[in-house]
T-cell receptor, first 114, second 115 residues
Framework: AQSVAQPEDQVNVAEGNPLTVKCTYSVSGNPYLFWYVQYPNRGLQFLLKYITGDNLVKGSYGFEAEFNKSQTSFHLKKPSALVSDSALYFCAVRDGSGTYKYIFGTGTRLKVLA | EAQVTQNPRYLITVTGKKLTVTCSQNMNHEYMSWYRQDPGLGLRQIYYSMNVEVTDKGDVPEGYKVSRKEKRNFPLILESPSPNQTSLYFC??????????????FGPGTRLTVL
């Protein structure tokens, strides 16, 4: 069965420091991996995705993520955090074996401190 | 403007009173989906639709119905709502690409309270 784990409910980081939000997954077949961000009282917005190709993918707002097949991880990163990055972040996976179901993680709240 | 719209945005109802939450997208997307968001549980997929007249269950379909009679619309129907369906609901749409589906576009959400 597909699953996504975001092991940290909250991540605190000082403005200007690098940030990492962790995600691990389990799927049958090749994974399609996504990161979304949710600001208060808003819907989710797409940040980036991994379908195939380079393991390091770049996305919106300076975010990037590294796909690691051996560790089944897809951690979200940013070299220098901004206070405006404070939001709820979701990792999601779509099983590449033929279904079109999506599994989302439980979310990680990122708090960037000024 | 490309968007996914949901109505109503807020709804308070009572147990057993049938309701429908509408979802519409103007991007000609083939794929549409409904999710519910609950604290500590993240987003869970309720139903999805690959195209008109093609729907399938997500992980939490019990107590919900959907229909896809037109490409742009994907209503969520609660025939007999119960308090455990109190949640924040999101509709999303997407289009396939050569390697699978692209990112989903999400609506603004519908906050449902069932008393």
């Amino acid at each position: 069965a597909q699953s996504v784990a975001q092991p940290e409910d909250q991540v605190n980081v000082a403005e200007g420091n690098p940030l990492t939000v962790k995600c691990t997954y389990s799927v049958s077949g090749n994974p399609y991996l996504f990161w979304y961000v949710q600001y208060p009282n808003r819907g989710l917005q797409f940040l980036l995705k991994y379908i195939t190709g380079d393991n390091l993918v770049k996305g919106s707002y300076g975010f990037e993520a590294e796909f690691n097949k051996s560790q089944t991880s897809f951690h979200l990163k940013k070299p220098s955090a901004l206070v405006s990055d404070s939001a709820l972040y979701f990792c999601a996976v779509r099983d590449g074996s033929g279904t079109y179901k999506y599994i989302f993680g439980t979310g990680t709240r990122l708090k960037v401190l000024a | 403007e490309a968007q996914v719209t949901q109505n109503p945005r807020y709804l308070i109802t009572v147990t057993g009173k049938k309701l429908t939450v509408t979802c519409s997208q103007n991007m000609n997307h083939e794929y549409m989906s409904w999710y519910r968001q609950d604290p500590g549980l993240g987003l869970r997929q309720i139903y999805y639709s690959m195209n008109v007249e093609v729907t399938d269950k997500g992980d939490v379909p019990e107590g919900y119905k959907v229909s896809r009679k037109e490409k742009r619309n994907f209503p969520l129907i609660l025939e007999s709502p119960s308090p455990n369906q109190t949640s924040l609901y999101f509709c999303a749409s997407s289009n396939p690409s050569g390697m699978g589906f692209n990112e989903q576009f999400f609506g603004p959400g519908t906050r449902l309270t069932v008393l």
